[in-house]
């Protein structure tokens, strides 16, 4: 009965692949989101999806591709992984569309690029 | 000058200790500031919240925000090794989302 999941929870993966990373939240929340959390622990907003909707779409390189084929599951697709791609990346949902509202993260999936 | 900015820390007290965890910020759009709690190899969960200027209290936590000087402070009263986690404020004005970088707090039994 976990709210929000991702998975994989661990990836190791080689310069130039491309990978996909699944999130689904069993909380009825309109509002998805994913993060960046570097080894420096900054948390930086990515996307934000309200149902299906993209609303906030950051400074993030076109190699990164959200997608949501439901209100209920927000997946994260990179092409040519990086070195600098390196990081944990959460999940989270919220209620509400303006993000006042409490944010519920996932556990996170710690990327490692070779 | 990063949005919001918060001292990384570490920072390690003694149990039983007041702990004071502050955050300030530069952007007076914001009107809706959070502190949320990390520990290790998890997610980041909220623990407090608050709209305007002046205190909430939550148990051994209190909030205490001060919109005239974009400052923004989590106090810990008893604290326990249980709330020993990185502590991250976070920030919002509309549709935006902006967190600190953290800070890191142990407590020594």
């Known amino acids: 009965d976990t709210a929000v999941s991702q998975t994989p929870k661990y990836l190791v993966t080689q310069m130039g692949n491309d990978k996909s990373i699944k999130c689904e939240q069993n909380?009825?929340?309109?509002?998805m989101y994913w993060y960046k959390q570097d080894s420096k622990k900054f948390l930086k907003i990515m996307f934000s999806?309200?149902?299906?909707?993209?609303?906030i779409n950051e400074t993030v390189p076109n190699r990164f591709s959200p997608k949501s084929p439901d209100k209920a599951h927000l997946n994260l697709h990179i092409n040519s992984l990086e070195l600098g791609d390196s990081a944990v990346y959460f999940c989270?949902?919220?209620?509400?569309?303006?993000?006042?509202?409490?944010?519920?993260f996932g556990p996170g999936t710690r990327l490692l690029v070779l | 000058q990063k949005e919001v900015e918060q001292d990384p820390g570490p920072l390690s007290v003694p149990e039983g200790a007041i702990v004071s965890l502050n955050c300030t910020y530069s952007?007076?759009?914001?009107?809706?500031f959070m502190w949320y709690r990390q520990y290790s190899r998890k997610g980041p969960e909220l623990l407090m919240y608050?709209?305007?200027?002046g205190n909430k209290e939550d148990g051994r936590f209190t909030a205490q925000v001060d919109k005239s000087s974009k400052y923004i402070s989590l106090f810990i009263r008893d604290s326990q090794p249980s709330d020993s986690a990185t502590y991250l404020c976070?920030?919002?004005?509309?549709?935006?989302?902006?967190f600190g970088t953290g800070t890191s707090l142990t407590v020594i039994p």
């Open positions: 989270a949902s919220s209620p509400r569309r303006d993000p006042k509202g409490t944010q519920y």
């Open positions: 909380l009825g929340h309109d509002t």
């Open positions: 999806y309200n149902n299906k909707e993209l609303i």
């Open positions: 952007n007076s759009a914001f009107q809706y």
């Open positions: 608050t709209y305007s200027s």
């Open positions: 976070a920030m919002t004005p509309r549709n935006q989302f902006y």
